[in-house]
């Protein structure tokens, strides 16, 4: 019976070694140490995966990480950044006392762009107050486009009531709402020069007729701090009694950028931000579908954009940008795909279905399927409901095999194959000695 058992775990061993050898790669679930903010949230900044989150969808207060957004809706309402705006005595005034200022006054005049400066670099409350006023005549219609815009991102566990992000019990948002805003602002060019700074001088204003110079509060982005950041793009600090520390940190190494936030963190925001993009970095790398299934010869008709039929579609195509979020050692190989039709507020007008990307039971990205010719309204075809067929590709072990063996170069093949035939030689071996000799008569 030992003998028996012997050889089983033999057996055993090999095969289980032949399948880890084709076996995907595991998705990291977890950093090695436990994040200490209350929220917390990682994501691919390219392709939106969400590769950790702690109470991610639970409200937290924001604090001045809501000049984030503050700043990309001024970018994408601002067409010259070097306009001049006039600070106006409630931009400067209906501030907390002692709350963060770069000293302006009213009647002070800056352009567009001096004020992102004070407002990103130097936390400037009357900075962001003067933006929303210039861009959304008001500081409350401005919060009407923050929302707007939150809305459109995908957003839907937050509330903003102010453009600076102090303390407002209707002002609020989540870790994962707050990943979506920030990998919109960090896709934005003009965000990153201005955020990624480390300082910059302010022209002279009333109450400081010098230049005076402002830095960044984040502290990853400075190279003579401990907490400098290898890859470092940009990023926000925030605090408030009520608020705690909040920190969002994007950073990019190779293909792969990743954005952090850490929301009522208690003094460990650094700490846990460094925790979370380490073990990004560490675990997943980020792959361009741009070469990847990006034509399809066939599709269901008729399809459906924006829930009317849309008969005879030609061939289609996705869009260029998509990217998915892997496990290192993992390939597109490995992904499930599923296509829904439902789109959300923020789909491109061309598009009429998404392919959602499956690693294991994660989401490893998104994109869209976009028809490749222009259409007016006249080309969507309205009648009868559209019965959709919900396509799920899924890809069986056998093919990934079949398909991992035909991609392997030759010489890898052979000393496989004489792995494997030296290891059923060595089992071969072993079952003749442990098996009982005859006796000789």
Same mark, same amino acid.
């Given at each position: 019976?030992?003998?028996l058992?012997?050889?089983?775990?033999?057996?055993?061993?090999?095969?289980?070694?032949?399948?880890?050898?084709?076996?995907?790669?595991?998705?990291?679930?977890?950093?090695?140490q436990?994040?200490?903010?209350?929220?917390?949230?990682?994501?691919?900044?390219?392709?939106?995966?969400?590769?950790?989150?702690k109470?991610?969808?639970?409200?937290?207060?924001?604090?001045?990480?809501?000049?984030?957004?503050?700043?990309?809706?001024?970018?994408e309402?601002?067409?010259?950044?070097?306009?001049?705006?006039?600070?106006?005595?409630?931009?400067?005034?209906?501030?907390?006392?002692? +709350?963060?200022?770069?000293?302006?006054d009213?009647?002070?005049?800056?352009?567009?762009?001096?004020?992102?400066?004070?407002?990103?670099?130097?936390?400037?409350?009357?900075?962001?107050?003067?933006?929303?006023?210039?861009?959304?005549?008001?500081?409350?219609?401005?919060?009407?486009m923050?929302?707007?815009?939150a809305?459109?991102?995908?957003?839907?566990?937050?509330?903003?009531?102010?453009?600076?992000?102090?303390?407002?019990?209707?002002?609020y948002?989540?870790?994962?709402?707050?990943?979506?805003?920030?990998?919109?602002a960090?896709?934005?060019?003009?965000?990153?020069?201005?955020?990624?700074?480390?300082?910059?001088?302010?022209?002279?204003?009333?109450?400081?007729?010098?230049?005076?110079?402002?830095y960044?509060?984040?502290?990853?982005?400075?190279?003579?701090?401990?907490?400098?950041?290898?890859?470092?793009?940009?990023?926000?600090?925030?605090?408030? +009694?009520?608020?705690?520390?909040?920190?969002?940190?994007?950073?990019?190494?190779?293909?792969?950028?990743?954005?952090?936030?850490?929301?009522?963190?208690?003094?460990?925001?650094?700490?846990?931000?460094?925790?979370?993009?380490?073990?990004?970095?560490?675990?997943?790398?980020?792959?361009?579908? +741009?070469?990847?299934?990006?034509k399809?010869?066939?599709?269901?008709?008729?399809?459906?954009?924006?829930?009317?039929?849309?008969k005879?579609?030609?061939?289609?195509?996705?869009?260029?940008?998509?990217?998915?979020?892997?496990?290192?050692?993992?390939?597109?190989?490995?992904?499930?795909?599923?296509?829904?039709y439902?789109?959300?507020?923020?789909?491109?007008?061309?598009?009429?279905?998404?392919?959602?990307?499956?690693?294991?039971?994660?989401?490893?990205?998104?994109?869209?399927?976009?028809?490749?010719?222009e259409?007016?309204?006249?080309?969507?075809?309205?009648?009868?409901?559209?019965?959709?067929?919900?396509?799920?590709?899924?890809?069986?072990?056998?093919?990934?095999?079949?398909?991992?063996?035909?991609?392997?170069?030759?010489?890898?093949?052979?000393?496989?194959?004489?792995?494997?035939?030296?290891?059923?030689?060595?089992?071969?071996?072993?079952?003749?000695?442990?098996?009982?000799?005859?006796?000789?008569?």
């Amino acid at each position: 019976m030992k003998r028996l058992s012997s050889i089983l775990i033999c057996i055993t061993i090999v095969f289980s070694l032949t399948f880890q050898a084709v076996a995907s790669p595991k998705w990291a679930e977890y950093p090695p140490q436990e994040v200490q903010a209350e929220g917390a949230c990682l994501m691919d900044a390219r392709s939106g995966a969400v590769l950790y989150g702690k109470n991610m969808h639970s409200h937290y207060f924001p604090a001045s990480i809501t000049k984030i957004l503050t700043a990309l809706v001024v970018l994408e309402n601002c067409d010259n950044l070097e306009e001049t705006l006039v600070f106006s005595h409630r931009a400067v005034y209906d501030v907390e006392a002692n +709350s963060s200022s770069a000293g302006y006054d009213e009647g002070d005049e800056v352009t567009v762009r001096t004020a992102l400066y004070a407002m990103l670099l130097a936390s400037a409350n009357e900075a962001a107050n003067a933006l929303a006023e210039y861009v959304g005549g008001t500081i409350e219609g401005f919060c009407d486009m923050m929302n707007e815009k939150a809305r459109q991102l995908g957003c839907t566990d937050s509330h903003f009531a102010n453009p600076s992000g102090l303390n407002n019990p209707d002002h609020y948002t989540s870790a994962y709402d707050f990943c979506l805003i920030s990998r919109a602002a960090f896709a934005n060019d003009t965000f990153v020069q201005i955020d990624g700074s480390t300082y910059y001088t302010l022209p002279p204003m009333k109450r400081n007729p010098e230049e005076a110079i402002v830095y960044t509060h984040h502290n990853m982005l400075k190279k003579n701090s401990g907490w400098y950041y290898e890859g470092i793009v940009g990023g926000k600090t925030g605090y408030t +009694s009520l608020a705690g520390n909040t920190l969002v940190t994007c950073a990019q190494r190779d293909e792969t950028k990743l954005v952090s936030v850490v929301l009522n963190g208690h003094q460990t925001h650094y700490e846990d931000t460094k925790l979370l993009l380490d073990f990004g970095f560490e675990n997943f790398t980020t792959v361009s579908l +741009s070469d990847y299934k990006t034509k399809y010869d066939t599709v269901l008709d008729p399809m459906d954009i924006a829930g009317m039929g849309v008969k005879n579609a030609d061939v289609i195509t996705t869009s260029r940008d998509a990217c998915i979020t892997l496990p290192i050692g993992a390939t597109p190989d490995d992904v499930d795909t599923d296509i829904v039709y439902d789109l959300d507020a923020g789909a491109p007008r061309e598009a009429c279905a998404k392919i959602i990307y499956r690693y294991a039971d994660k989401t490893a990205g998104e994109q869209y399927v976009l028809r490749q010719f222009e259409y007016s309204e006249t080309e969507i075809v309205l009648g009868e409901p559209v019965e959709k067929e919900e396509v799920v590709q899924e890809q069986p072990m056998i093919k990934k095999t079949r398909d991992w063996f035909l991609e392997t170069p030759v010489w890898a093949k052979i000393l496989m194959i004489a792995g494997f035939a030296a290891v059923v030689g060595g089992i071969v071996l072993l079952i003749v000695k442990l098996l009982p000799k005859r006796r000789r008569r």
